[in-house]
């Protein structure tokens, strides 16, 4: 029983392969998909039956040149060779040698199927095409009428070799990347394992690479202290160059920053190579801002300072120095990040002639998250809300300032908002 159903199993599957080779036999190939492809033809011309096993003989030898891909038609066409995505389609003729009754002229020809320049249609034959190679050979079959060895055929596999560039679907592509006013060198990468091997391991500033054409490909075009960058594209049969603009890593940069929006500051950060931590350092002075918005009286109802007019330009005898680090978020490969961070922040004040800490509220716990943004021309965008935490040491003199609470012994001051742009250097 079990015999029996195995045998309509493979009944039906050899149906099934009739069904779908409509009239086409494929050899079967693996490993690098840029082999060679061929469309073969076979033509006996000859009213001799013995004959076929002498065309097949040859059929079966050429068929098997290494880096070799065919298809075996039963007549010439075309739009089925360029269906199959075949590059050239060969036509082995055997017929009566003109010179001896007794002997058979085997020629083979090889023509590019026409892909970009015209569309096939019903009329194209061998005839209309350009010829890429034509071989005549001379054979004769024995007394038992066996097919020859294999050297007979030494001359048509000269012949396939000769055309199996043309036959290779494979076209450049051009992997190049412009960093900051010049041409980086690269390594490209992500690319399958039939190609990968070919890949140059050194950074270069051009990557040449052949590849199978009417494929789909996803490559990573890589370069020290650059941001690796993920490249899609689909490879038609014309050479194609691909250009990339990759983006720095930030490992130093120089922002300006603006407290509140008005208060100017210069900060420096490092990033760490190979990890999302950061250390950064800054200073912020008040003496001179830019307060629209700013009224000089504590509010509404205070006798004591009446003029509650804004003003445009505010001075203060005031200046931080912030020292912290912090830890970026999510994938450090992102363009747009989030960001964590904790300082310490030194107060001084300064008159006309001294400086000094400041003599209430010295020194501070600032707290901050924030989002930065990389824009062209290696710039930061930097956005960041950081509250502080003052322990005043003379708490008689402690006057809170606006938008602050005192929460036990500390002074909390709401979150601040500050506006930076970074140069990466």
Same mark, same amino acid.
């Given at each position: 029983?079990?015999? /029996?159903?195995?045998?309509?199993? $493979? *009944? &039906? +599957?050899? !149906?099934?392969? #009739?069904?779908?080779? @409509?009239?086409?036999?494929?050899?079967?190939?693996?490993?690098?998909?840029?082999?060679?492809?061929?469309?073969?033809?076979?033509?006996?011309?000859?009213?001799?039956?013995?004959?076929?096993?002498?065309?097949?003989?040859?059929?079966?030898?050429?068929?098997?040149?290494?880096?070799?891909?065919?298809?075996?038609?039963?007549?010439?066409?075309?739009?089925?060779?360029?269906?199959?995505?075949?590059?050239?389609?060969?036509?082995?003729?055997?017929?009566?040698?003109?010179?001896?009754?007794?002997?058979?002229?085997?020629?083979?020809?090889?023509?590019?199927?026409?892909?970009?320049?015209?569309?096939?249609?019903?009329?194209?034959?061998?005839?209309?095409?350009?010829?890429?190679?034509?071989?005549?050979?001379?054979?004769?079959?024995?007394?038992?009428?066996?097919?020859? /060895?294999?050297?007979?055929?030494? $001359? *048509? &596999? +000269?012949? !396939?070799?000769? #055309?199996?560039?043309? @036959?290779?679907?494979?076209?450049?592509?051009?992997?190049?990347?412009?960093?900051?006013?010049?041409?980086?060198?690269?390594?490209?990468?992500?690319?399958?394992?039939?190609?990968?091997?070919?890949?140059?391991?050194?950074?270069?500033?051009?990557?040449?690479?052949?590849?199978?054409?009417?494929?789909?490909?996803?490559?990573?075009?890589?370069?020290?202290?650059?941001?690796?960058?993920?490249?899609?594209?689909?490879?038609?049969?014309?050479?194609?160059?691909?250009?990339?603009?990759?983006?720095?890593?930030?490992?130093?940069?120089?922002?300006?920053?603006?407290?509140?929006?008005?208060?100017?500051?210069?900060?420096?950060?490092?990033?760490?190579?190979?990890?999302?931590?950061?250390?950064?350092?800054?200073?912020?002075?008040?003496?001179?801002?830019?307060?629209?918005? /700013?009224?000089?009286?504590?509010?509404?109802?205070?006798?004591?300072?009446?003029?509650?007019?804004?003003?445009?330009?505010?001075?203060?005898?005031?200046?931080?120095?912030?020292?912290?680090?912090?830890?970026?978020?999510?994938?450090?490969?992102?363009?747009?990040?989030?960001?964590?961070?904790?300082?310490?922040?030194?107060?001084?004040?300064?008159?006309?002639?001294?400086?000094?800490?400041?003599?209430?509220?010295?020194?501070?716990?600032?707290?901050?998250?924030?989002?930065?943004?990389?824009?062209?021309?290696?710039?930061?965008?930097?956005?960041?809300?950081?509250?502080?935490?003052?322990?005043?040491?003379?708490?008689?003199?402690?006057?809170?300032?606006?938008?602050?609470?005192?929460?036990?012994?500390?002074?909390?001051?709401?979150?601040?908002?500050?506006?930076?742009?970074?140069?990466?250097?």
């Amino acid at each position: 029983m079990v015999i /029996r159903r195995g045998l309509i199993w $493979i *009944l &039906v +599957a050899s !149906v099934l392969l #009739v069904i779908f080779g @409509a009239g086409v036999a494929a050899q079967s190939g693996e490993g690098d998909p840029r082999v060679a492809r061929f469309a073969l033809v076979l033509e006996n011309r000859t009213d001799r039956a013995e004959t076929e096993a002498l065309l097949d003989a040859a059929a079966a030898v050429i068929t098997a040149v290494n880096d070799t891909f065919w298809y075996q038609f039963e007549q010439f066409d075309l739009e089925a060779a360029r269906d199959l995505q075949t590059e050239v389609i060969g036509v082995l003729t055997l017929e009566t040698s003109p010179e001896d009754n007794e002997s058979y002229q085997a020629e083979l020809r090889f023509y590019p199927v026409p892909w970009r320049d015209r569309e096939p249609d019903e009329t194209d034959r061998d005839e209309t095409l350009p010829l890429l190679s034509e071989t005549l050979l001379t054979v004769a079959l024995d007394r038992a009428g066996r097919y020859q /060895r294999e050297s007979t055929w030494e $001359i *048509l &596999v +000269a012949a !396939v070799e000769r #055309v199996l560039p043309s @036959a290779r679907p494979v076209t450049t592509v051009t992997f190049r990347a412009e960093g900051f006013r010049s041409r980086t060198p690269i390594t490209v990468g992500g690319l399958p394992e039939w190609v990968a091997a070919e890949a140059p391991s050194d950074p270069a500033a051009e990557v040449n690479l052949s590849l199978r054409t009417l494929r789909s490909y996803d490559a990573t075009v890589d370069a020290p202290g650059f941001r690796p960058e993920n490249v899609r594209f689909y490879l038609e049969r014309e050479p194609l160059v691909i250009e990339t603009s990759l983006r720095k890593y930030p490992r130093h940069s120089l922002a300006l920053t603006a407290r509140g929006l008005s208060w100017p500051g210069l900060e420096y950060t490092w990033y760490d190579r190979a990890t999302r931590w950061t250390l950064h350092g800054g200073v912020t002075t008040f003496a001179w801002g830019l307060t629209p918005l /700013r009224q000089i009286g504590a509010g509404f109802g205070d006798d004591e300072r009446p003029d509650r007019d804004a003003q445009l330009v505010t001075s203060l005898p005031l200046t931080e120095l912030e020292i912290g680090g912090g830890r970026l978020l999510g994938d450090r490969d992102n363009p747009g990040r989030w960001h964590l961070s904790a300082a310490g922040v030194v107060r001084f004040t300064h008159g006309d002639l001294d400086w000094g800490l400041e003599p209430v509220t010295p020194a501070a716990l600032r707290l901050g998250v924030g989002r930065e943004r990389e824009l062209p021309w290696l710039m930061l965008l930097s956005q960041r809300v950081s509250t502080d935490f003052f322990w005043p040491v003379e708490e008689a003199f402690l006057q809170a300032p606006r938008w602050s609470s005192m929460v036990g012994p500390v002074l909390w001051h709401f979150p601040v908002y500050r506006l930076a742009l970074r140069v990466v250097l």
